[in-house]
């Protein structure tokens, strides 16, 4: 029958029983090494005791009185008891310089020979010996007795191995005793250290925990979300290599350990990070990418701290404005269609009534007003991406009553956007301000057009056919950068509400708008460029985005930028036209603007 595999003992329970094992035998160890100690303090003790107590009766001079009388014996075995019974050894004898004892313990051994060594002592020196006399193995002292110089006898004190010995083992029961006790405090105290160690790890071994460490670091650094733990103080606990590059964190920088404050990341995405609140799928923007923050509080009693994971969602959001403005194009398509069919009924009805020069002149007239457009974009702007957006966009503005104008200055040659430069950037941008413009200007149109029969409209900034809403866009390339300008015939935006229309969420339209600009902003940041906010000639918003270009090669047969300006203005590489009021510039036939004398319309290109 096969055993069942049996699994080992968990971390915490192998640390108990080594713990344990080292405390036995460090208490044991202290215990066997007191006792040692204790017996050779014991003996030493004893050593001293005899001695003082032999010196003592040396020295005394009842002792050398009682030497020179006839029996020695009667006054020294007295004396030498009480001393002995006062200081608590186990004999004192006194004898003659022959070892003839004159005093003992045992008054059957008085006038017996001493049993030990002597030849010291009748030399006159006091030593300390082990020696077994009549009462068994004694630490003994022997030290000569003199009178005036001369030795007349030797005093021999001593204590028995086996009293020092009970006193050892009396000490031995409390050392037993101690360390017993050193010995429970140290299984407890180990006991509850690994059982809180068994509680954080989870009852694992430590095979399991090698394993859980290693699919820990190969999953934190496989996945593609970015994965960010804050401990309870907001410190960056963990981060894996795609939370660097999501935040913008150098690869080699030291993240671990630093606070969020210190990673000077955008407002709104520091406030999330930070928030003890839970938060689900929100859009935030670094420097250079759109990313989705999800975060948790880790609660277990008390807060221990956030995990945070991150999405990219730069290139989803890319296309997801791509097909907003290919949904746009549809529309704008759908709209055309229709309006052409109106216009096509229109000219059979004329042919139908036998008005063919009329229908003919209604049908030429149509054909021109939508080449017009067309002949201006593609003839200013070759790059196809930027002329198929502007087209796009001047018939979805049409759809809203709003007259899209490419400046006469306008000039992108083919060819002079570098490859570097993403299309999906310029989309981006232009796209984006382009939207927010036509909104602003169609906002702007219908302010009082429902106040009702013989309400007098609000005075309309000049510039436009019967003061029409209108977008002009300026495309400028040279050899130093490519310049973008917008301007719209809204209501403008507040000097105070500058530096805001850039943040995420930001917005005149209410909650669920406010993404675009902060979009644009990350796009041209993304490419080394800037943006710009000012106010429009007609108080209405501009905005310029101006993108470096690495140096080319002259066009050759192409104009600069800015020749085709009208006469009377002025124009330079990359710092755009003037035109002034009085000036006399007039745009082009076509372009759908016109610029009269006094008429207070100004375009810069600064």
């Known amino acids: 029958m096969r055993l069942p595999r049996t699994r080992p003992r968990s971390l915490a329970g192998q640390l108990f029983a080594m713990q344990v094992v080292l405390i036995a035998a460090v208490v044991a160890g202290c215990a066997v090494f007191a006792y040692v100690s204790g017996s050779a303090q014991a003996e030493e003790t004893a050593a001293r005791q005899v001695r003082v107590a032999a010196l003592a009766v040396a020295d005394s001079p009842s002792v050398r009185e009682a030497i020179r009388t006839p029996d020695p014996s009667a006054a020294l075995q007295p004396y030498a008891e009480r001393v002995r019974e006062d200081t608590g050894i186990a004999f004192i004898t006194i004898m003659d310089t022959e070892r003839v004892r004159w005093t003992h313990p045992d008054t059957e051994q008085i006038g017996d020979t001493f049993l030990g060594n002597t030849a010291k002592a009748l030399r006159g020196q006091t030593f300390t010996e082990t020696y077994t006399g009549t009462l068994g193995p004694s630490i003994r002292v022997v030290t000569p007795i003199r009178d005036n110089g001369r030795i007349v006898g030797l005093v021999s004190a001593g204590i028995t191995v086996d009293r020092v010995s009970s006193q050892v083992r009396d000490q031995l029961g409390a050392l037993a005793l101690a360390a017993g006790g050193a010995l429970a405090l140290g299984g407890i105290g180990t006991y509850v250290v690994n059982a809180r160690l068994r509680r954080h790890t989870h009852g694992m071994n430590a095979a399991e925990l090698s394993r859980l460490h290693d699919y820990h670091q190969a999953t934190l650094h496989a996945v593609r979300e970015g994965l960010l733990m804050l401990d309870g103080r907001r410190r960056i606990a963990l981060i894996n290599d795609a939370g660097r590059?999501?935040?913008?964190?150098?690869?080699?920088?030291?993240?671990?350990?630093?606070?969020?404050?210190?990673?000077?990341?955008?407002?709104?995405?520091?406030?999330?990070?930070?928030?003890?609140?839970?938060?689900?799928?929100?859009?935030?923007?670094?420097?250079?990418?759109?990313?989705?923050?999800?975060?948790?509080?880790?609660?277990?009693?008390?807060?221990?701290?956030?995990?945070?994971?991150?999405?990219?969602?730069?290139?989803?959001?890319?296309?997801?404005?791509?097909?907003?403005?290919?949904?746009?194009?549809?529309?704008?398509?759908?709209?055309?269609?229709?309006?052409?069919?109106?216009?096509?009924?229109?000219?059979?009805?004329?042919?139908?009534?036998?008005?063919?020069?009329?229908?003919?002149?209604?049908?030429?007239?149509?054909?021109?007003?939508?080449?017009?457009?067309?002949?201006?974009?593609?003839?200013?702007?070759?790059?196809?991406?930027?002329?198929?957006?502007?087209?796009?966009?001047?018939?979805?503005?049409?759809?809203?009553?709003?007259?899209?104008?490419?400046?006469?200055?306008?000039?992108?040659?083919?060819?002079?956007?570098?490859?570097?430069?993403?299309?999906?950037?310029?989309?981006?941008?232009?796209?984006?301000?382009?939207?927010?413009?036509?909104?602003?200007?169609?906002?702007?149109?219908?302010?009082?057009?429902?106040?009702?029969?013989?309400?007098?409209?609000?005075?309309?900034?000049?510039?436009?056919?019967?003061?029409?809403?209108?977008?002009?866009?300026?495309?400028?390339?040279?050899?130093?950068?490519?310049?973008?300008?917008?301007?719209?015939?809204?209501?403008?935006i507040g000097p105070e509400a500058a530096d805001e229309v850039f943040r995420r969420g930001w917005s005149t339209h209410g909650a669920g708008r406010g993404l675009g600009l902060a979009l644009v902003r990350q796009a041209a940041y993304r490419n080394g460029g800037t943006v710009g906010l000012d106010a429009g000639p007609d108080g209405g918003a501009r905005f310029t985005v101006r993108l470096p270009l690495p140096a080319r090669a002259p066009a050759g047969s192409r104009p600069t930028p800015g020749s085709g300006s009208a006469p009377g203005s002025e124009s330079t590489p990359g710092s755009g036209s003037e035109s002034t009021p009085g000036s006399g510039s007039e745009s082009t036939p076509g372009s759908g603007s016109e610029s009269t004398p006094g008429s207070g319309h100004k375009e810069v290109t600064a």
């Open 245 to 492: 590059e999501l935040l913008g964190l150098e690869p080699d920088a030291e993240a671990v350990g630093r606070t969020v404050d210190e990673l000077a990341l955008p407002a709104p995405l520091t406030g999330a990070l930070l928030a003890s609140e839970a938060r689900v799928d929100e859009l935030h923007l670094t420097a250079e990418r759109v990313v989705v923050v999800n975060t948790r509080p880790v609660v277990g009693g008390e807060r221990r701290g956030t995990v945070v994971t991150l999405r990219d969602h730069t290139e989803l959001q890319a296309l997801t404005g791509e097909l907003d403005s290919e949904r746009g194009f549809t529309q704008a398509l759908r709209s055309q269609a229709h309006e052409a069919a109106n216009r096509l009924h229109t000219v059979v009805s004329l042919i139908e009534l036998g008005r063919v020069e009329e229908a003919v002149d209604f049908a030429t007239a149509e054909l021109e007003l939508a080449q017009v457009l067309t002949d201006r974009v593609v003839g200013a702007v070759e790059e196809p991406v930027l002329a198929a957006l502007l087209l796009g966009k001047a018939a979805q503005a049409n759809e809203r009553g709003v007259e899209l104008v490419l400046a006469e200055d306008s000039l992108i040659d083919d060819g002079a956007l570098p490859p570097s430069l993403a299309q999906r950037d310029l989309v981006t941008i232009l796209g984006n301000l382009i939207d927010n413009a036509v909104e602003a200007a169609s906002d702007g149109s219908d302010d009082g057009s429902d106040d009702g029969a013989g309400a007098v409209p609000p005075p309309r900034a000049p510039g436009g056919p019967a003061g029409r809403a209108r977008v002009t866009v300026t495309a400028l390339a040279d050899e130093r950068e490519l310049l973008l300008r917008v301007t719209d015939t809204g209501a403008g």
